[in-house]
């Protein structure tokens, strides 16, 4: 299978997810709570189950927030696999403000390589692979790249701004991003900040809408990976807080050191 049909895959497995994710949602569904206290809900679990049975035809092995953790000597030699969150800012789902995605990334090597982040209520997608695009209002399968890029804008797109923008989370805001922000207020004549939930941060990065993003709180790898290989292949970066290098995947322990996305 060619890079092009895996990114035709995971395109398809990331719609599929949304359509379940969205029949939760417009219903008047329940609340779980996991071992770390972040909520779980029956559309985290039907998109993992519409991703896996979409993906599983690839041949990778597939590595899920919702399915079974397996443990680091068993993927430690894996060169390709597939990373997924089937459902990013569960909290944001609860709140119904739409601010949710489905992610999946192509790892290799320890390196995100390819990525696609499915917004479901506004049917946005971003992709990677090489290059990065976003197509708005995406809802139908597709069976082709050239049927992709025909409909897609290029990353990032066209800014006409002078603003410094810093992109946060509407759920995380803590004492080192709020000085990271003053920080970029000493540099620039006009900094704004942009609130967005799950890894549309990233993807305000990659489109050009934001500038930065400092992220100085947990995350797990399932979180970044679709986004970073986003933000890479438009020209931007996501840098390891402690190393000052490239954030890396599938590490022993699949928690992300703090990070800065920046263009």
């Not at 990525?115 to 597709?142: H, R, W």
């Not at 989370?169 to 803590?174: A, I, K, L, N, T």
């Not at 620039?188 to 400092?214: N, R, T």
Request: glycine fraction near 6%; charged fraction near 25%.
């Amino acid at each position: 299978m060619t890079r092009e049909n895996w990114l035709v895959q995971i395109i398809n497995a990331a719609l599929k997810g949304g359509e379940e994710i969205l029949e939760v949602y417009n219903s008047d569904f329940e609340v779980e709570t996991k071992d770390d206290n972040s909520p779980l809900t029956e559309a985290d679990k039907r998109a993992h189950i519409a991703i896996m049975n979409a993906l599983e035809k690839t041949g990778l092995p597939i590595l899920s927030e919702e399915g079974r953790q397996m443990d680091y000597a068993e993927r430690k030699d894996w060169k390709q696999f597939w990373m997924v969150d089937p459902l990013d800012g569960t909290k944001e789902f609860v709140k119904r403000n739409g601010e949710f995605t489905v992610n999946i990334a192509l790892i290799e090597e320890g390196k995100a390589t390819m990525g696609v982040i499915y917004v479901p209520v506004t049917k946005d997608l971003y992709f990677a692979d090489k290059l990065a695009y976003k197509i708005e209002g995406f809802t139908e399968p597709t069976i082709s790249i050239n049927n992709l890029l025909g409909r897609a804008e290029q990353l990032p797109l066209s800014q006409t701004r002078s603003n410094y923008v810093v992109v946060g989370s509407r759920s995380h805001m803590s004492e080192e991003t709020e000085t990271f922000i003053n920080e970029q207020k000493d540099k620039h004549s006009k900094v704004d900040i942009l609130s967005k939930g799950s890894s549309l941060k990233l993807c305000m990065v990659a489109e050009g809408a934001a500038d930065a993003y400092p992220r100085f709180a947990p995350t797990m790898e399932w979180d970044t990976a679709a986004g970073q290989a986003i933000v890479i292949a438009s020209g931007a970066n996501v840098i390891n807080w402690d190393t000052k290098e490239t954030m890396e995947y599938n590490k022993e322990n699949l928690l992300n050191s703090w990070f800065l996305v920046e263009r």
